[in-house]
């Protein structure tokens, strides 16, 4: 649960992935965090490069920041009045893992078929990197042999 202090509205779920889609959910917001996580900042280049309206833009920009995913910074090109540029916090970066998770389901179960659109490679070999799971004691662990079970805040019994 977010600290006191913390601008955001309590949740109303008691579900973290409940919880997670109020606050990402909404359709564009995911691909926003995509492209920022590309190198997009400013609000011509989301616009341009998703098609997204502009309204529904400025909804999901505002939205994302309020959620603390990205924050916005003023800039100033010369001649030209005040804009923003739109920037990934560390719990925006954080989504990179839930990105490719979802890449990695899209490219096995509803592929494109003319081929992968983004890869994940290692930024130091260059070898692939894919989204597994990983015990306490470092092994690598089988989607199959991984389950949900209730924790300490459960209101429920599975």
Request: hydrophobic share 35%; net charge negative; proline share 6%.
């Amino acid at each position: 649960m977010p600290p006191e202090n913390n601008s955001r509205a309590k949740p109303e779920h008691h579900c973290s992935i409940h919880r997670s889609l109020d606050l990402i959910g909404e359709k564009w917001s995911l691909l926003i965090v995509r492209n920022a996580l590309r190198g997009e900042s400013r609000f011509s280049e989301f616009r341009d490069n998703l098609g997204v309206p502009s309204d529904v833009l400025t909804a999901r920009l505002s939205s994302l920041v309020d959620a603390g995913v990205l924050e916005r910074r003023p800039y100033r090109e010369p001649g030209e009045r005040e804009r923003y540029s739109y920037h990934l916090t560390d719990e925006g970066r954080a989504l990179k893992t839930v990105l490719i998770a979802l890449q990695e389901w899209g490219d096995e179960y509803n592929p494109n078929p003319g081929g992968r659109v983004s890869l994940t490679r290692d930024v130091v070999t260059g070898q692939h990197a894919s989204i597994g799971f990983v015990a306490d004691d470092g092994s690598v662990l089988d989607a199959a042999d991984v389950t949900l079970v209730p924790g300490p805040a459960a209101t429920f019994s599975w």
